[in-house]
């Protein structure tokens, strides 16, 4: 007799909607690795709302995860975010965000919720592309790459995204690629129990768009086999030289500060300093 076996995070999922994105796009795997994260964590869902923007990863938390979700206007997760949790305290706010959506017209609302230090958890799916809008060059994609708005190559240096929040005050700071799965849970787990603002840099497959437009490596597999021959982790890239580490991925957990005033706290504090005059 056949007994039918549930998968262990559908507890989570809105039964009714199905996933819509591309054949081999990393979103899967992220989506995995924060939902084991939460689970092993034991959180309560409902405690735990998502805010994601417009882009690919935007689909990840909306509308698929059962809790709440605020699914915001392009490049503004980071500041919808920062009024959740500063309307709702003890919610666990966790932002889904590509690299376009927080490093182009987010940018601002990043370095911003990273000097505040405010308690909110931002992954970011960097795929190094525009991908949802035909493969456009975005501010993290890497130089001389030809796309459909640089058919002649990209003559513009691309943002380091780990470097920028920690420049920014960010006070976790991970890098993982889609290949390190169980690292990149991990992180996630830390990130969302750490008092202070976290960002989560994950690099993603695309093979639609850039597979098809930069790296002419059209299928996830050997995308993710790239991640693995490329990445280097930071304990081991400390010790290399500038040269060694061209075209390489440093992955790990790069910043991690404890005891930084945090944004609502210090709301909180000024409250009660306000009250006593």
């Known amino acids: 007799m056949e007994r039918a076996v549930e998968h262990p995070l559908k507890k989570y999922f809105r039964g009714e909607i199905n996933y819509t994105t591309c054949p081999g796009c990393g979103n899967g795997i992220i989506s995995q690795s924060i939902l084991r994260a939460i689970d092993e964590l034991g959180l309560n869902f409902d405690d735990v709302a998502f805010v994601s923007g417009i882009g690919c990863s935007g689909w990840i938390p909306s509308p698929s995860f059962n809790t709440d979700l605020l699914h915001v206007t392009h490049g503004r997760s980071a500041a919808f975010a920062t009024g959740l949790k500063l309307a709702v305290p003890k919610m666990k706010v966790i932002v889904c965000a590509g690299d376009g959506d927080t490093s182009a017209i987010g940018g601002n609302h990043l370095i911003h919720a990273a000097r505040r230090n405010i308690d909110l958890t931002l992954i970011c799916v960097n795929n190094q592309i525009f991908g949802m809008t035909g493969g456009q060059v975005a501010p993290s994609t890497p130089y001389d790459s030809k796309t459909t708005t640089t058919p002649y190559g990209s003559i513009e240096r691309p943002f380091d995204l ?3 929040a920690i420049a920014a005050g960010a006070t976790f700071v991970a890098r993982w690629t889609t290949y ?3 690292p990149l849970k991990n992180s996630i787990k830390k990130a969302i129990m750490h ?4 960002f989560i840099e994950v690099v993603s497959q695309c093979p639609v768009q850039y597979g098809k437009v930069i790296s002419k490596r059209n299928n996830a597999v050997s995308m993710l086999l790239d991640y693995k021959k490329y990445s280097v982790n930071i304990s081991k890239a400390r010790s ?12 790990g957990e790069l910043v991690e500060k404890k005891n930084i005033p945090e944004l609502t706290d210090e709301i909180k504090r000024l409250r009660k300093e306000a009250a006593r005059k």
Do not use: P, T
């Open 162 to 164: 780990s470097s920028l």
């Open 180 to 182: 390190q799965v169980r």
């Open 195 to 198: 008092k202070g603002f976290s």
């Open 240 to 251: 290399m030289s500038e040269e060694k580490l061209k075209d390489k991925i440093i992955v």
